[in-house]
């Protein structure tokens, strides 16, 4: 991932903070094949488990997640580890984090440049986690192991979902979670029989918050007020992203 020094984001707490606010990130793979492509991505919701904020740490944490058995990706894999004997695959796997607020930042926002010289041009303001590592494929059904991963993943990745992202916490009058123990346990085993488990050993992480940081205090007054007048969830939530980082960034350079 390209960042100008800016916009890098170097902690890996930081990092993995941003991948638990969101868990939907894409698995890339590229193992070669004579009936599949090459290059496969799949947009799936991950569970962290993280290890240290050491950057380095050999392991960083880990992630934890499923998908369809009949998705061609899940197929290349499962391919792969059969022909290579061994569940973790050969070969290095990604998997990309965005954040849920992005948006196209138009030059009339940039009030301070546009009027004094015009040379401004339109960009995108965004957040992205990129993640590198092992993944061990998680696919035999006889195997206790998979099983077992697979139940652990989805308790984890249900109450995730429905405590962190839901607020479904019984808690303050508020609806309690949905939990796997409340469908029938015949129906979950056979929906287990449907997918495999995929586990991310992360080696190395990088990431990116591009929100105006880069230009000058004035514009960056333009890009937050040109958002603000949008009225709309969006433009308010990055307004106040731009804010946020242009404070930081400012407190950095030990500008008042």
Not at 29 to 57: F, G, K, R, Y
Not at 63 to 86: V, Y
Not at 151 to 178: C, F, I, N, R
Not at 202 to 215: A, F, N, T, Y
């Amino acid at each position: 991932m390209y960042s100008k020094p800016v916009h890098a984001e170097t902690s890996i707490k930081a990092l993995f903070e941003f991948i638990k606010a969101n868990p939907l990130g894409v698995l890339t793979t590229a193992i070669p094949s004579s009936t599949h492509h090459l290059i496969q991505s799949t947009h799936i919701p991950w569970i962290l488990d993280p290890v240290t904020d050491d950057p380095n740490a050999p392991i960083k944490g880990r992630l934890r997640g499923h998908m369809a058995r009949q998705n061609p990706q899940s197929k290349r894999m499962m391919d792969a580890c059969t022909q290579s004997r061994s569940n973790p695959l050969q070969q290095e796997v990604m998997v990309l984090f965005t954040g849920a607020e992005h948006h196209y930042v138009t030059p009339k926002f940039y009030t301070e440049t546009k009027p004094a010289s015009g040379k401004v041009v339109p960009t995108w303001n965004y957040a992205a986690a990129q993640v590198y590592g092992r993944a061990t494929i998680h696919f035999d059904t006889a195997a206790p192991e998979t099983g077992q991963f697979l139940s652990e993943q989805l308790h984890a990745l249900s109450q995730h979902g429905e405590t962190s992202v839901m607020g479904y916490t019984g808690a303050d009058g508020k609806p309690g979670p949905w939990k796997v123990s409340d469908a029938p346990e015949r129906y979950i085993e056979v929906m287990k029989k449907a997918i495999i488990g995929i586990e991310v050993t992360i080696e190395s992480i990088d990431g990116k918050v591009k929100m105006s940081q880069e230009v000058p205090a004035g514009d960056r007054r333009g890009v937050v007020q040109g958002f603000k007048e949008m009225g709309s969830d969006v433009g308010d939530h990055i307004a106040a992203l731009v804010e946020k980082c242009g404070a930081k960034k400012d407190a950095e350079r030990g500008v008042q």
